[in-house]
């Protein structure tokens, strides 16, 4: 069931229990007001029929011409009777004619009533009235009662109850015509959202792209979030490949400048120490192929002792150089991160600074202000300033003649990024380039 199908069932039925309940409550006041007015009707009666009698000698006399017409009318609705204390009836309107009343009340002396009475499941409003009348002679015990039947006051019931019914149907069409309109113009931004959706699926458009109400903005912020996500994922899964044999080209060419020196235990060990390396690389690619970036701000890594182990490495890589490398780092720092990260990223720049440098490297770590900057000069020919940018690109490369893949920069760009932090590129005081990170 759709989500405005709910919406309106619901409307329906609330609005439904609404009017009916609603349609009760006025019904039940105009019976009331209705029968309220009755009975004041008939009280009047009653005492203009009290002000028309007469008794002389035990026997009632009505001046006709003093009556109300319909009590002379036969069958007209409006019944009249005067009766004795022992219930016997002295004098009845001419409407009485060949109509079944119910028998006089007994009353005690000065006591009313109004109440509904029935004969033979007919029903009728009878108002009556006993008092002492008085005579010449004596005093009689008189009861007056009007007797209406319930055709008039049913009719007009009827009546209201249809009328109620008509409005009240009439407005609930309205308001739930109301409702489908307005519950479509509220729940247009999901529409457009699905709408959306369907064109991302088959491709016709990259993410949520409108602006929407703050109520489904942050499930919007969400699924395009989710969606650069797996975009970078794939990027991951694409790239994973070309960062790995990056990364595990320096642990190679160590192996091979292994091979070719003369002491074989040497080798070994230093052979060993590449294929621990390289297999830390294997793992640390497959990582950030397959998860987003998680910065470890938990773990701590301390930067010299990386440092010192990348440059054994490098040096004996590029041992026939001689580039001299000078190191200013205080043994107490630390990299809050992963180490794999603080491992790609240096790893890529030294072998940058070896690649480009005549004879000098320099090495410099310092925190200031919670935040970890790591410089590295070299003394060589340097990146113009309007090429920085493009060779932050991944695939790019400075020298086409030198050998390399050109997504070493790239590579350390991301990683920096990753963790809120930036990577710039200015002229060395060494005259080459001069590479700033900060974490």
């Known amino acids: 069931m759709s989500l405005t199908t709910r919406i309106n069932l619901s409307a329906a039925l609330v609005l439904l229990s609404f009017i009916c309940l609603t349609a009760f409550a006025l019904e039940r006041a105009f019976f009331d007001s209705t029968e309220s007015a009755l009975r004041d009707t008939m009280s009047s009666q009653l005492f203009a029929l009290m002000?028309?009698?007469e008794v002389d000698n035990q026997q009632v006399i009505m001046p006709s011409n003093e009556l109300d017409a319909l009590l002379d009318l036969p069958a007209s609705g409006i019944y009249a009777t005067i009766?004795?204390?022992?219930?016997?009836?002295?004098?009845?309107?001419?409407?009485?004619?060949?109509?079944?009343?119910?028998?006089p009340p007994l009353l005690t002396q000065g006591e009313k009533t109004f109440n509904k009475v029935y004969v033979d499941d007919k029903g009728f409003y009878r108002t009556a009235y006993t008092v002492l009348w008085p005579t010449p002679t004596d005093s009689i015990e008189l009861t007056f009662s009007v007797i209406t039947d319930l055709r008039s006051f049913n009719k007009q019931i009827n009546r209201y109850r249809t009328t109620l019914w008509g409005w009240l149907s009439t407005m609930a069409m309205l308001l739930l015509c109301s409702q489908a309109i307005i519950l479509r113009w509220g729940l247009s931004p999901l529409r457009k959202v699905g709408a959306e959706l369907n064109r991302i699926e088959t491709g016709q458009q990259q993410k949520i792209e409108a602006h929407y109400p703050q109520e489904i903005e942050r499930l919007t912020d969400n699924i395009n979030l989710l969606l650069e996500q797996e975009r970078q994922q794939k990027i991951r899964y694409r790239d994973a490949m070309g960062n790995l044999a990056h990364s595990l080209k320096t642990p190679?060419?160590?192996?091979?400048?292994?091979?070719?020196?003369d002491t074989q235990q040497q080798n070994k060990l230093t052979m060993q120490e590449q294929l621990d390396r390289m297999d830390a690389i294997v793992k640390y690619q497959l990582q950030w192929a397959v998860t987003t970036r998680d910065t470890h701000l938990g773990t701590s890594v301390n930067l010299l002792s990386t440092i010192n182990r990348l440059l054994s490495s490098l040096q004996k890589v590029y041992a026939d150089r001689a580039i001299t490398v000078q190191v200013t780092v205080d043994s107490s720092l630390n990299f809050r991160g992963d180490e794999g990260d603080l491992m790609e990223v240096l790893g890529n720049l030294l072998e940058n600074a070896f690649k480009w440098a005549h004879q000098q490297i320099a090495i410099k770590a310092e925190q200031t202000h919670n935040q970890l900057i790591i410089i590295i000069d070299d003394d060589g020919v340097g990146?113009?300033?309007d090429k920085v940018e493009r060779l932050l690109q991944r695939g790019v490369r400075a020298d086409q003649t030198t050998a390399g893949h050109g997504i070493g920069l790239s590579i350390v760009k991301n990683i920096v990024q990753a963790y809120g932090g930036e990577l710039r590129i200015e002229k060395s005081h060494l005259a080459g380039a001069k590479v700033i990170i900060s974490f």
């Not at 016997?88 to 409407?95: D, R």
């Not at 190679?252 to 020196?261: C, K, T």
């Open 51 to 53: 002000a028309a009698a």
């Open 83 to 103: 009766s004795n204390s022992a219930g016997y009836i002295l004098w009845q309107s001419s409407s009485t004619i060949s109509i079944a009343l119910p028998s």
């Open 383 to 385: 990146i113009a300033s």
């Open 252 to 261: 190679l060419a160590v192996l091979q400048v292994s091979l070719e020196a």
